[in-house]
């Protein structure tokens, strides 16, 4: 989204700088200052690419099925059969179908949803794309315990996941029944939760994961899928990757000579490696340390993962970095601790924790192929932790019943409910803090089951335990919920969690990548050092952080990345240097830049059932100036799904760039029909409607946008610039003064209500918010002169 003001606000704004007009002068000179002496150098570039192995070299092998594995691997081939993995997603029959389809039904908000069967096949009748009830057969089930999903095929290629699942739960645990996934939720046929939108698309949003050797096949020229697979469920070779060399290897046609034994790649973490305790600590420590690249928990956190796919040539034995992109902590996705909040799954969680620090791997708990944990309950904890810690000295819980008695796991992995049903352990492994609960509003698994207790009763209680420094090992929570309370000082802190080596790279690199803009010549310090650090991870979450900077700044520090081993950096690389000048480019500079946007822009079109990439390929474009191509894009994401404000905003946004709001100001308007929530659209209808002189109406869109986006206090401030400009000073404070109320940190809000407060003699006040500006900016000199000015009228 554009953030250039028309003229009539601009004009407004110039009469408010005044004195505070510093407050928003921005860095980029002695950032490019910094850029020129080198500080913090990619100069160890060469050491973050030997951190990272070789791709494996698979080419020429082939798919051979799980079956002709377990013909050879028996015990496995057994242990795998009634698995999870296993039936992940199977073809719909008699024997698969665990739900009632005797002629069931199901009431939901008004709709009556029935189940049944009809010459053998299994069929539901329920609300469709039109709402109204149609007929659909159940082509696939999905899942087994505790639910089970059906998926519905369309004859353009679609698979749809229907929202009504069975819980295949013994009855006596509640289970045997029909339920909705958003029991709590209408919703229906216009809603993109609907199971017959985007968001319940199999193709996109669950096929990789639930089968083997998968090909998504979309066509974005008739938007048909015709995707395929080598086998129906999660296979061996879903982990293992193709097995022809295996199979070629074990007949004695391969190099027998060969330490893979012709796999692609070895999970070998195991073997040869004992824990002992430390005599020191009492913890276990691991007989050898874990290589560099953790083969296990990449390969696992490719499905366990909450990520996006680049690319579908995904093999095991490389970082996962380079075919997807994990989710980082974001608000709404982890807590500012990072514990888990939606759905993530395991993979940014485990990274996160001591565990995987100390070396554990996946199936150092869990069996590989069955998917069962080694041992029960805290006893596959106990395989390398000492039995003194199942004891009252270190539970405290000796006096509660057995059957109710918590253990290592409810304690140091406490679960979280997704699906309704479906009950997930947080994988950081962490102590429990309740005194971060009281601090930061992050849950625990004290309060978690004291819920009739308070968070600080909680935090007494473990201090008289154990003492006041017994924090664990995940210390950043602080750095990450000051940012999204929008305080001052967030960002240093946030550099700070960046800098330091002892911490996880997931956090480091999440950190990075919510550094908030303008950088400061810290902050720029702490990304620019963090693109040489041996994680890929951590140099993505520094692009992130250098995004806002120009081409021609960018280009110095960004460039070295466009030959980065991992394609996820690469290809970040090489779209933060879309407008890179070519002409001042050499020959091998520009054949660099060349792959890395080849790859982000093959990336965008693996993905090109989705608006969000359209969008972003489109952003890209207008970029390199193709804006022709850019329009298109946008023009297909809006088709994908009319709802998606952001293209609508930057398409009109490209219309104003080529002096075109009216076309601008119509696509705005009919977003709007289909998102009539989004506060975003009619912020930038009323920009678009000032650039057309009809300023009653754009002021009607800003305050409908500052209404509808609260958390959002630029829509309130550009509101308030545009009643003073039209000389309703007196309610521009008021919406200045309420959203303060909500964001008592936002730097805009506070400088407009100082130069109001200047303005109309109010110095007491204006010495209010001067003090509060130099609060986020207290180095400021300029600011501290003006405070004491401020404080000589008003003796």
């Known amino acids: 989204m554009s953030r250039r003001l028309p003229d009539w606000i601009g004009a407004g704004l110039q009469k ?52 002709t594995c377990a013909g050879c691997h028996e015990a496995a081939g057994t242990a795998w059969a009634p698995s999870q993995h296993a039936h992940a997603m199977d073809h719909a029959t008699d024997a698969t179908v665990l739900g009632d389809f005797d002629d069931a039904s199901f009431d939901y908000f008004g709709t009556t949803s029935r189940f049944f069967k009809k010459d053998g096949k299994f069929f539901v009748e329920t609300d469709g794309r039109d709402g109204k009830l149609g007929t659909f057969e159940v082509k696939y089930t999905f899942g087994l315990d505790p639910l089970q999903q059906y998926l519905v095929a369309f004859p353009d290629g679609r698979i749809q996941a229907l929202p009504l699942a069975w819980d295949s739960r013994p009855k006596a645990e509640g289970g045997q029944r029909w339920f909705h996934l958003y029991p709590d939720e209408h919703i229906d046929h216009a809603d993109q939760l609907h199971w017959t939108k985007l968001e319940q698309n199999w193709n996109f949003m ?102 996006s796919q680049i690319s579908e040539d995904w093999e095991p034995g490389q970082p996962l970095s380079d075919t997807h992109l994990a989710n980082l902590i974001s608000e709404g996705a982890f807590q500012a601790d990072g514990q888990m909040e939606g759905e993530v799954f395991n993979y940014g969680s485990f990274k996160q924790s001591k565990m995987f620090a100390a070396g ?43 059957s109710e008695r918590p253990d290592c796991i409810s304690c140091h992995m406490p ?37 009739d207790k308070s968070p600080a009763w909680a935090a007494t209680a473990i201090e008289e335990w154990f003492g006041p420094e017994r924090k664990g090992f995940q210390t950043y929570g602080a750095a990450f919920h000051h940012l999204w309370e929008g305080k001052p000082g967030a960002a240093d802190e946030l550099a700070a969690v960046a800098r330091d080596g002892t ?71 090489g779209e933060l240097l879309a407008g890179a000048p070519l002409d001042a480019l050499s020959r091998r500079q520009k054949d660099a830049l060349k792959r890395a946007q080849e790859a982000f822009v093959a990336a965008q079109n693996l993905n090109a059932d989705r608006p969000e990439s359209r969008g972003r390929l489109a952003d890209f474009y207008v970029r390199q100036g193709r804006l022709d191509e850019a329009e298109q894009e946008y023009e297909a994401a809006l088709r994908l799904n009319p709802a998606y404000g952001t293209a609508a905003v930057n398409l009109a946004d490209l219309y104003r760039r080529q002096g075109q709001d009216e076309k601008g100001a119509e696509v705005l308007r009919k977003a709007i029909e289909a998102a009539p929530e989004e506060g975003a659209i009619y912020h930038a209808l009323g920009l678009t409607l000032v650039r057309l002189k009809q300023q009653e109406e754009a002021l009607e869109a800003l305050k409908k946008a500052a209404e509808l986006a609260p958390d ?53 006040k204006a010495l209010v918010y001067a003090e509060r500006l130099a609060e986020i900016d207290p180095d400021n000199q300029e600011l501290q002169t003006l405070i004491q000015a401020l404080k000589a009228r008003s003796r």
Request: charged share 25%; glycine share 6%.
């Open 16 to 67: 408010l700088r005044g004195a505070a007009a510093f407050l928003l002068r921005p860095l980029t000179l002695a950032i490019f200052a910094l850029i020129l002496l080198g500080v913090g150098s990619v100069a160890s570039w060469q050491d973050a690419v030997l951190a990272s192995p070789p791709k494996p070299e698979s080419s020429g092998l082939h798919f051979v099925g799980t079956e």
């Open 206 to 307: 669950c096929a990789e994961c639930h089968s083997t050797g998968v090909k998504k096949n979309y066509d974005s020229n008739t938007d048909r899928f015709a995707t395929s697979w080598k086998e129906i469920s999660v296979g061996c070779e879903a982990c293992h990757g193709k097995g022809s060399g295996h199979v070629a290897w074990a007949k004695g046609e391969g190099d027998r000579d060969d330490p893979k034994k012709g796999l692609v790649a070895l999970f070998d973490e195991r073997d040869g490696v004992s824990w002992h305790q430390d005599p020191e600590t009492g913890l276990p420590v691991r007989s050898k340390p874990p290589k560099p690249l953790r083969v296990e928990v990449e390969t696992c956190g490719r499905c366990h993962a909450l990520r």
């Open 360 to 402: 554990v791997t996946c199936s150092d708990c869990h069996e590989p192929h069955s998917g069962h944990l080694r041992a029960k309950g805290e006893a596959v904890c106990l395989q390398c932790h000492s039995a003194d810690l199942a004891t009252k000295s270190h539970t405290h819980h000796s006096q509660v019943v057995a």
């Open 415 to 451: 679960a979280h409910t997704f699906m309704v049903i479906d009950e997930r352990h947080d994988h950081s492994f962490r102590i429990p803090r309740p005194d971060l609960s009281v601090e930061l509003g992050t849950s625990n698994a004290c309060n978690d089951c004291h819920q």
């Open 503 to 573: 911490l996880p790279g997931f956090v480091r690199g999440s950190a990075l990548a919510a550094l908030p803009p303008p950088l400061t010549e810290k902050t720029f310090q702490a990304a620019q050092a963090a693109l040489s650090d041996p994680d890929p991870i951590v140099r993505l979450g520094a692009l992130e952080s250098l995004s806002t900077l120009p081409p021609d700044q960018a280009w110095p520090v960004v460039s070295p990345l466009l030959d980065d081993p991992v394609r996820s950096v690469r290809m970040r690389a």
């Open 712 to 764: 959002r206090p630029r829509f309130a401030y550009v509101y308030a610039v545009g009643l003073n400009s039209m000389g309703r000073k007196q309610e521009a404070m008021t919406v200045l003064e309420e959203s303060l109320e909500r964001h008592p940190h936002d730097r805009e809000t506070l400088m407009m209500l100082l130069n109001f407060a200047s303005e109309t003699g109010q110095m007491d």
